[in-house]
Structures are given as C-alpha cells and as structure tokens.
C-alpha cells in the first residue's frame, strides 16, 4: 500500500510499537496523528518524530473514556481532515495470579484493549467510508492465540480483539475497508 499522503490515526503512539508504527509510517510519505494519555510523553514523541518533511502531531486523550476517545476521534479528524487508516495500538497490560488482579485493573484492561478498539473503530468507519480503499489495525498478541498463565484476562481481550477483526473484516468486505489484525 502507498502510504503517501494517506491519514493515519495510530492511538498509544508515544512509545513501544505505536510510535515504531508512526516512525515507519511517516518514512513512507503518510500524515499522522498519534495519541496517548500522558500530554509530556505525548509531546516528547512528537517532537523526536518531527523533521521537516513530516506531517506529525499528537492528540492527548485517554482511549479508555467515552471523552477520550470522543476527544481522539474529533482531534485526529481536524488535524488531518479525514482519515484512511486506523491503527488501534493502545494497551494496557497487568500480570498476575487472576485472584490477585484488582478489579480495576481488570476493568482498565477491557476498557482500553477491546472496548476502545471498538468503539473507536466505529466512530471512525463513517471517515474510512469517504477516504476509499482504507484500512483498520488492530494490534492484537500472540497471548491472544494461545492463553497465557497470568496473563488470564489480557489473554481474553486479545482474543477478543482478534476475532472482532475477523468478523469486522468480514462484515465490510466489499466495502472498501480492510482489516488487518497483527
């Protein structure tokens, strides 16, 4: 796929395999808006990112609210004007025997690591509809393929993020929309 000039949402770009993501895609001609809950490190990764054939910038936002997400949609549409590909990268990961998993952090990972993707994937189809032959990642796990111990529930969201792509890619085939799950 040509990347040049194409809009690209890529949500936890300020480290790790969102930002890996964001630095090949900007080599490749594309305009990116990355997200990330903390502002600083938000801000630092843009900066690290920028030179000046790029088209690079960040929106601050929680993907794990309804206001973030809202907020990660509406920014990355007013910075790019559109949108052609988006990568659902953001994720939240805690170890640990199951019964000594808090539950807040059980529900953090839910939240963030299969309900985000897709209500952002909804909220996003109506600007992948208009850019045409636009493409939606989710960055799954190979713990999503094969249970882990102690890693019970992040095992069960992978999975499920896993199979929410296939079945996405299966309800939009045709469409002008692909999904790939990684």
């Not at 170890?95 to 299969?114: F, K, N, P």
């Amino acid at each position: 796929m040509d990347l040049t000039g194409r809009r690209v949402l890529i949500t936890g770009g300020s480290s790790g395999i969102g930002l890996a993501s964001a630095k090949a895609m900007l080599a490749k001609g594309a305009r990116v808006v990355i997200t990330g809950r903390r502002a600083d490190a938000l801000a630092e990764a843009v900066d690290d990112l920028a030179r000046p054939d790029c088209d690079i910038s960040g929106v601050a936002a929680d993907v794990g609210t309804s206001e973030g997400r809202m907020t990660t949609i509406e920014g990355a549409l007013a910075k790019l004007g559109g949108l052609d590909i988006l990568v659902n990268n953001a994720g939240v990961v805690r170890a640990g025997r199951l019964e000594q998993v808090a539950e807040s952090d059980i529900r953090t990972m839910v939240e963030v690591d299969l309900l985000a993707p897709i209500l952002l994937t909804r909220a996003a189809l109506p600007a992948l509809r208009q850019g045409g032959n636009s493409l939606i990642v989710h960055v799954s796990s190979g713990i999503g393929l094969i249970g882990t111990p102690f890693y019970t529930t992040y095992s069960a969201v992978k999975a499920g993020l896993a199979h929410f792509g296939e079945a996405l890619r299966r309800e939009l085939l045709g469409e002008g929309i692909h999904v790939l799950t990684a």
